[in-house]
């Protein structure tokens, strides 16, 4: 069976487990934390999660890991049939993990974990930010689903990674850059999370943190 390694509390290990569940995919969880330790880098190169254990080995990157199961599980349809549409999903999907979420994440030092990040860093994301999420908006639909009318695979890159963009710049800079330009993510997130598979992500989610604190 399939070994999702990782922890809840990693939105990248959250994207690929709401694939997994939101199609039926059966598979095991292993808890692991990223870290440097030689153990964990004969498994994922970097010392990052998630990773995803297979027959043939191990996978890491998570779209990496959504794309061999899209390949290995045809029949489970996690990208749509038609090329044209299965195409604009990966677009989506790059813009919100590369142009969103990985450019807010220099941001999480200091609004999530207790950290410092520097002007300097807080004025580039700031510009890019901008200019990232100008072209976001030409193409994300929200009617009510990021491509158009029907739940795709690109929805689980918006579920797991705006929250943290709108919550990171309302932290950092005292305004939320997505509500701002009038991407209504909220409301949104709300339409997803009515799905099991995603009320199952947040759930283990909340679990998750609220063991940790009470450790």
Not at 1 to 29: D, R, T
Not at 58 to 87: G, H, K, M, N, T
Not at 111 to 125: P, Q, W
Not at 168 to 175: H, K
Request: proline share 4%.
């Amino acid at each position: 069976m399939l070994k999702l390694c990782g922890f809840a509390l990693s939105n990248y290990y959250n994207k690929v487990k709401f694939v997994l569940l939101e199609h039926g995919i059966p598979f095991e969880e292993v808890l692991v934390k990223p870290s440097q330790d030689e153990a964990l880098l004969a498994h994922s190169p970097l010392g990052k999660v998630p990773y995803l254990q297979t027959a043939n080995g191990d996978l890491c990157e998570s779209q990496c890991i959504v794309e061999y199961l899209a390949a290995s599980f045809p029949d489970r349809r996690i990208f749509s049939a038609d090329p044209w549409q299965a195409a604009k999903e990966r677009e989506m999907i790059a813009f919100v993990d590369v142009h969103l979420e990985l450019t807010a994440r220099n941001l999480y030092k200091e609004s999530f974990f207790g950290g410092t990040v520097s002007d300097a860093t807080k004025g580039r994301v700031e510009k890019l930010l901008a200019h990232h999420i100008a072209g976001f908006k030409r193409i994300a639909k929200f009617a009510p689903y990021l491509c158009g009318e029907h739940f795709s695979v690109a929805d689980i890159s918006g579920y797991v990674h705006l929250p943290l963009v709108g919550s990171a710049t309302q932290t950092i800079y005292g305004r939320d850059f997505l509500l701002d330009a009038g991407i209504d993510w909220k409301s949104y997130i709300k339409t997803i999370k009515a799905r099991p598979a995603a009320q199952r992500v947040t759930d283990d989610l909340k679990a998750y943190i609220a063991a940790s604190r009470a450790a």
